[in-house]
């Protein structure tokens, strides 16, 4: 009788002791978790202002293509204009 509640003792105090390892590994997990929650807010914030700098860029690119293919356009029915008013 004696050995079984040696074993039920000593298994409670195994159970006690398991419990508070994975306590301790749950408590690890919820500072990695709130580790990556920061990190990913910086990245976040930084994409988003790349994001911000290529549209800028993009838009940028966009008016002085619009820009040269006016001018072109123009420069093109100038010069027919001109070739008009040469031959007549």
Do not use: K
């Amino acid at each position: 009788m004696q050995r079984a509640t040696w074993t039920d003792e000593r298994l409670d105090d195994l159970n006690h002791r398991v419990e508070s390892g994975f306590n301790r590994v749950d408590a690890r997990f919820a500072q990695v978790d709130a580790r990556f929650n920061s990190l990913e807010s910086r990245i976040d914030s930084r994409f988003e202002a790349a994001q911000a700098r290529t549209d800028a860029q993009f838009a940028s690119l966009h008016r002085l293509i619009v820009q040269l293919g006016g001018g072109g356009i123009a420069t093109l029915i100038l010069g027919f204009v001109g070739l008009v008013v040469a031959h007549a």
